[in-house]
């Protein structure tokens, strides 16, 4: 996925040089503009835009094994660019 695209599990979903914001309850995504397509959907963000607070949830190493909660199916949703 590229960068303001979703919905990613982990940073190993996103491009070279992003990593996945985990949204909780929704949100803003920080380096994207627009509105996010789900209040559910987690994005690719370049990691000089996490908040200074850090991310939500615990980051996810790139080297991390599969996710156990993995789905057979994937939607691409993207916010605009400013």
Same mark, same amino acid.
């Given at each position: 996925?590229?960068?303001?695209?979703?919905?990613?599990d982990?940073d190993?979903?996103?491009?070279t040089?992003?990593v996945?914001?985990? /949204?909780?309850?929704?949100?803003?995504?920080p380096?994207?503009?627009?509105?996010? @397509?789900?209040?559910?959907?987690?994005?690719? $963000? /370049?990691?000089?835009?996490v #908040?200074?607070a850090? /991310? #939500?949830?615990?980051p $996810?190493?790139?080297? @991390?094994? #599969?996710?156990?909660? @993995? !789905?057979?199916?994937?939607?691409?949703?993207? !916010?605009?660019?400013?």
């Amino acid at each position: 996925l590229g960068r303001c695209e979703g919905d990613c599990d982990t940073d190993v979903d996103c491009g070279t040089d992003l990593v996945c914001f985990q /949204r909780v309850g929704g949100g803003g995504v920080p380096g994207c503009g627009g509105d996010p @397509a789900s209040d559910e959907d987690d994005y690719c $963000i /370049r990691p000089q835009d996490v #908040p200074s607070a850090g /991310r #939500p949830s615990l980051p $996810i190493s790139p080297n @991390a094994g #599969p996710s156990t909660g @993995a !789905t057979t199916s994937q939607t691409t949703s993207s !916010t605009n660019f400013p």
